[in-house]
């Protein structure tokens, strides 16, 4: 399979897995609200939310877009707060959402990032984590609407037949039998999505509900 198609693949699956954690994260921060102030699970599920930031800079790239960090932050104040943050959750392990005031919750700080043999403080945001984050989550899903529509970048979301049987030949744990009877087939069963134009829809229904 082309690079571009597994690309296209992992870059939906990515925004499927952000959703996933940024969903959970908010549901989280509502139980949080309502009872004991245990803060470890807002902390985990942020971490891996920011993790699948990296995911999609990693994956510009092989869609025809090469974007520096200063480019993917797009001069976004929540954006350019959130990569130092996954850097810390990711590098260095600190639990950063450390303050409650009323029923919402921050990154209170000191926020301290190790550069080399050198530590250096970066300043706070103070707005509650959960704002900041929806904030975050939303100019991303409408970045991506955009370049996709504008054609910014090269989105293939289709598999043909030969990619399809690649695959399955490919797949180590499926019987041989099962192999050659697929093989057999002069064509396999058509797939009635147009998988982007599902996954745009898709995006567009996620922008309006964040």
């Known amino acids: 399979m082309e690079i ?3 690309a296209s693949f992992g870059l939906r699956n990515s ?5 996933y954690f940024y969903k959970k994260f908010i549901e989280n921060y509502s139980l949080v609200q309502e009872g004991p102030k245990d803060l470890n699970e807002l902390n985990f599920l942020l971490s891996a939310f920011l993790n699948k930031y990296q995911t999609l800079k990693d994956i510009y790239p092989r869609l025809g877009k090469n974007k520096t960090w200063k480019e993917f932050n797009n001069e976004k104040k929540e954006r350019l707060f959130f990569k130092p ?3 810390i959750f990711t590098h260095q392990g600190d639990m950063l959402i450390n303050t409650c005031q009323g029923n919402e919750f921050f990154i209170g700080g000191p926020l301290y990032v190790i550069n080399g043999n050198k530590i250096e403080e970066i300043a706070i945001e103070k707005t509650p984590v959960k704002e900041l984050v929806k904030i975050f989550f939303k100019e991303i899903i409408e970045e991506i609407i955009s370049e996709i529509q504008n054609n910014e970048i090269d989105l293939i979301l289709e598999m043909d037949d030969l990619d399809i049987k690649n695959e399955i030949l490919k ?3 499926l019987p041989e039998f099962v192999k050659e009877k697929i093989m057999q087939l002069e064509k396999l069963p058509e797939n009635p999505k147009d998988l982007k134009k599902e996954f745009i829809a898709y995006l567009n229904d996620l922008y309006r509900n964040i």
């Open 4 to 6: 571009k198609k597994l």
């Open 15 to 19: 925004i499927y897995e952000m959703e």
């Open 85 to 87: 943050i996954r850097n």
């Open 171 to 173: 797949n180590k744990m």
